[in-house]
Each structure stands twice: as C-alpha cells, then as structure tokens.
C-alpha cells in the first residue's frame, strides 16, 4: 500500500478561524530560543506598530501542521506518518502573523512524486486573516519511504 | 545594536554565526509549543523502529531555532519576508547529552528594486552540513 498519488491537486474547504494567542506565540518563540522582545513584550512591539506581539518566522507551521491533517491523517491518502520524513518547507509572509490574529487555511495539494520507493507530498497552505486578505503561506513536502526503503 | 542599512550591505558579508544545542528536553518543548508530537522526536524504542538511527530533532526545530541569528541582526522578526529550508540531514539527538549546531549567515544577495536581502544560512552538526538551501529575505 502507498500514497494515492490521485489526491495531487486537490483543495480542501477553508478550515476555521484559528485564533493566534498571545501565551502560544511566547512558549512557541521561547521552544525555539527566540528572545527577541517583539516576540514576547507587547510594549515592545507595539512602540514598533504592531497590533500585539509578533510570532516567530516558522510560527504558522503550527497553523498549517493542523490544515494538512486533513490529507495527512485522511486513512485513503495512503500516508504512514511514522515513515514520514520532511524534505523541506517555505514560508512567504505577506504581513507578519500577530497575536489576536483569526486565521483561516485552505490546504492544496500541489503534487505527490514517486520516485523508487519514496513518495514526495507537497503542500501548499493558505493562510488568510477573516476579511481574506492573505497573511502567509506555507509549502511544505513531506518524503514518505516506502515498507522496503 | 542599530538596524542594518541597505546601502551599506555587502554581497557575501556575514552577518552572524553562533553554536546552538538540543537536547532531548528542548525536542519536548517544541513538540508540546509545535503539536508536533511525532515519537521519533522523543521515543528511541519508536525511532529504531521505523529504521532510523535514534531520536532526531524536529526539522521544524532547527529551521524555527537557526533563523534567530537573522531576526536579531535585522532588528526585527516581521521583516522576515519569505524563509525557506530544506532538509538533507537529519540532527540525531543523544541521551545523555546534546548535539551542537553551528550555524553562520551570510548576504547572498541584494536587490535594489525591493530594497531586500537574501540571507544564505549554512548550518552544521558534527562538522556535516545538514541542510541544502536555507535563505531568508528579508526587508531593509
């Protein structure tokens, strides 16, 4: 059994909002040593004009870890995740995520590769605040080996 | 430390570099901070199970971790306009102990329209380079 490469292309329905909150932007910045202090004192991010305070740059992988368990855990995509290894991931921000943010994700699925006994999955989240004005997006690709690789 | 200037950047100049180190507390952390909880991460039974060599960290982790050498020499973590990382070796984790990561940052290019950097991050574990391309842009 392997991945249903028939699953590339697919666009799933805009998850809900997921609200940014202010204690998950400061013990997420705090698991990744991040000190920066628009990270964690809000004082200090709003003198620089921001609304609250600002996540770290791989902040919205946790947004976008929760959107693509709709393929990922889906038992017909045909994805064993404990022979899951993650091949590489971009972030592009178009405004920086802050705490209080609403955002909602429509997950894609732009293509599954086999090559030999490995299947690479890349995915592509969306990341829109509530009026859809876009905030960031994630793409991801996943190599997943095979029973015998 | 003040903001860097655009017309001052140099192609190739380093911008920063330092050892950071992971141990498996750190790799709960950010499993518990990620909801990343895959067992390879912490469960050594479970890693040697699918085949790999122990626990390893999250790439997750060391993408989110290395980039800090950038966001503090920017001044600024919303100036981080894209980041992009990709994989090519995975930072077996021991116990007891700590694996150390050097990781050094450096302009690979400058682009006058968009006023931008590109940071070019080379990070290493044991001497071996562990990721393939690893570039910030970032605004000035």
């Known amino acids: 059994m392997g991945v249903d490469a028939s699953f590339a292309g697919r666009e799933y329905p805009a998850t809900d909002p997921y609200q940014v909150g202010r204690e998950h932007v400061r013990e997420f910045a705090a698991a990744v040593d991040a000190q920066h202090p628009f990270h964690h004192s809000v004082q200090a991010a709003q003198e620089a004009g921001y609304l609250d305070i600002v996540a770290p740059p791989t902040f919205a992988v946790v947004i976008a870890q929760r959107a693509e368990q709709q393929l990922i855990a889906d038992p017909a995509a045909g994805i064993d995740f404990s022979r899951v290894v993650h091949a590489d991931e971009t972030f592009t921000h178009h405004r920086p995520i802050v705490a209080g943010d609403e955002l909602s994700t429509i997950l894609h699925v732009d293509s599954i590769v086999e090559r030999a006994a490995i299947a690479m999955v890349t995915t592509r989240c969306e990341i829109a605040d509530t009026a859809g004005n876009p905030v960031a997006t994630v793409v991801s690709t996943l190599a997943i080996r095979g029973e015998e690789a | ?140």
């Open chain 2, 1 to 140: 430390m003040s903001a860097p200037v655009f017309n001052e950047l140099v192609k190739g100049q380093e911008i920063g570099e330092r050892t950071i180190s992971v141990d498996r507390a750190a790799l709960v952390r950010y499993a518990g901070a990620s909801g990343d909880r895959n067992p390879i991460h912490w469960n050594e039974r479970f890693a040697r199970e699918v085949g790999l060599p122990g626990v390893i960290a999250h790439g997750m982790w060391t993408m989110g971790s290395i980039i800090n050498v950038v966001t503090d020499w920017i001044g600024d973590p919303g100036k981080i306009r894209s980041y992009t990382v990709r994989f090519t070796r995975p930072v077996e984790v021991p116990d007891p102990g700590s694996a150390e990561i050097h990781v050094a940052a450096k302009i690979g290019a400058l682009d006058e329209e968009t006023l931008t950097a590109r940071i070019d991050l080379t990070a290493t574990c044991d001497g071996k380079r562990i990721l393939g391309k690893a570039q910030a842009v970032v605004a000035l």
